[in-house]
């Protein structure tokens, strides 16, 4: 009994336990195969499905509403044709051209030979005033249509450069310098100078539309491109981000070139051709915006500054 008694009373030792640091988290991300390899490729790898499956998406919407039934399909023909019918009557052309790149020079070249007509109609007229303003106009026209039909030479449809042509053309400003100018000088216009300028004005309302309708197709044919241009790019931009999840490890790349590592020139490559979807879609997007900017208004309306004569500047 003593024995236990003491055995009791003495104390019994505890074993001691060494505490361990736990692993660093973040330990792992700078090996090999750690969670953060692909963090650059996977981020990429989604990207690129969700805006191509996007781009696709909002083509396939906006090209929808070029189908549908016969009827609205008529009628669009209809308003072709009637559209045609009134430019043949004003150029003087028993048929248009069908080509945009001929279509708005013919128009261009007869809004030149209008103000030809309007100088040779107030010629006989005894007002400096009128004579100074109108001569500065013409100018001003026939310095603008030489520079379009110059640009429009050997140009195709669905090239930058037709459209382009056609946004350089001021026609809101030129109908607006002709009718403030035949608004001022009502009384000592005659006859034959009251219908030059009304030829003028007719020609000028032509334009308008004929550029919206052919920007309408640019845009639409320009959406098309992109669609296929981004599937095309899509292909090996997926291949190079799977690639990088996949098959990416570091210590594959230990090499350096001129003091560069091989690691950092592959991934630079391979974001690079990933990206290539983005830049096609960018480019489209600089595009369309700068073209609808510049063509907000139709009709004798001026947002920006145009190519016009200072002799003619109103307040």
């Known amino acids: 009994m003593a024995d236990r008694r003491r055995n009791r009373g003495q104390r019994v030792p505890r074993a001691?336990?060494?505490r361990t640091t736990p692993p660093d988290r973040d330990a792992s991300a700078v090996q090999p195969g750690g969670p953060y390899r692909d963090a650059v490729p996977g981020g990429l790898?989604?990207?690129?499905?969700?805006?191509?499956?996007?781009?696709?998406?909002?083509?396939q919407l906006v090209l929808s509403q070029e189908q549908g039934?016969?009827?609205d399909q008529r009628e669009r023909?209809?308003?072709?044709m009637a559209f045609r019918k009134d430019v043949e009557d004003v150029i003087k052309e028993p048929v248009s051209p069908a080509q945009p790149s001929a279509f708005l020079p013919s128009l261009v070249k007869l809004t030149k030979c209008?103000?030809?007509a309007l100088q040779d109609a107030i010629a006989d007229i005894d007002d400096d005033n009128l004579n100074d303003q109108v001569g500065a106009f013409t100018e001003n026209v026939k310095r603008n249509a030489d520079a379009v039909q110059s640009n429009l030479e050997g140009s195709q449809f669905g090239e930058f450069d037709v459209v382009f042509s056609a946004l350089n053309y001021n026609y809101s400003w030129k109908l607006y310098a002709a009718r403030r100018i035949r608004a001022e000088n009502e009384d000592v216009l005659t006859e034959e100078a009251h219908h030059a300028f009304d030829e003028l004005i007719n020609a000028l309302e032509l334009f308008g539309p004929a550029r919206e309708?052919?920007?309408?197709?640019?845009?639409?044919?320009?959406?098309?491109?992109l669609s296929r241009t981004m599937l095309y790019a899509s292909v090996p931009a997926l291949l190079t981000a799977v690639a990088g999840v996949l098959y990416l490890e570091p210590a594959l790349f230990p090499e350096t070139v001129f003091g560069v590592r091989t690691l950092v020139v592959v991934?630079?490559?391979g974001v690079a051709v990933s990206l290539l979807p983005f830049a096609f879609l960018l480019s489209y997007i600089l595009r369309i915006v700068t073209v609808t900017k510049r063509t907000l208004s139709i009709g004798p309306f001026i947002l920006r500054e145009t190519d016009r004569s200072r002799d003619l500047d109103w307040d």
């Open 114 to 116: 209008h103000t030809d």
């Open 213 to 225: 309708h052919f920007k309408t197709l640019y845009f639409q044919w320009a959406l098309i491109d």
């Open 16 to 18: 001691r336990y060494h």
């Open 267 to 269: 991934v630079s490559a």
């Open 69 to 71: 039934p016969v009827g």
């Open 45 to 59: 790898l989604t990207s690129i499905i969700t805006g191509v499956t996007l781009v696709l998406t909002l083509s």
């Open 77 to 80: 023909m209809e308003g072709a």
